[in-house]
């Protein structure tokens, strides 16, 4: 089993920046990436980002890039996503998920879900 928690989420304006962290435990050897998906109130999840188990590859919704990274910290089983210039329209839950398909852009590619951390941006 892999247990996935998320932080970092809170109340930003516009135009500032937020880095979310996922500290993942259990067992993560088996979980080839890690990604993070967003869902805003009435609207489906949709994929932000998502990671390789080296972090050697990211992957990112074409409408984030350039505004979000992803990075993480295999030492401390950590990945982070780092949003910068947030937009009103950023606001949403964010979560972090593993999985065993690299490149998933689908939420059901991902075994494993976090409970998700509140990111809300003021205008």
């Known amino acids: 089993q892999v247990q996935l928690v998320e932080s970092g989420g809170g109340l930003v304006q516009a135009g500032g920046s937020l880095t979310l962290s996922c500290a993942a435990s259990g067992r993560t050897s088996s979980m080839n990436a890690m990604a993070w998906f967003r869902q805003a109130p009435g609207k489906e999840r949709e994929f932000v980002a998502a990671?390789?188990?080296?972090?050697?590859?990211?992957y990112y919704a074409d409408s984030l890039k350039g505004r979000f990274t992803i990075s993480r910290d295999n030492a401390k089983n950590t990945v982070l996503l780092q949003m910068n210039s947030l937009k009103p329209e950023d606001t949403a839950v964010y979560y972090c998920?593993?999985?065993?398909?690299?490149?998933?852009?689908?939420?059901?590619?991902?075994?494993?879900w976090g409970q998700g951390t509140q990111v809300t941006v003021s205008s």
């Open positions: 990671i390789t188990r080296s972090g050697s590859s990211t």
């Open positions: 998920a593993a999985g065993t398909v690299i490149n998933g852009r689908r939420a059901n590619y991902y075994d494993h």
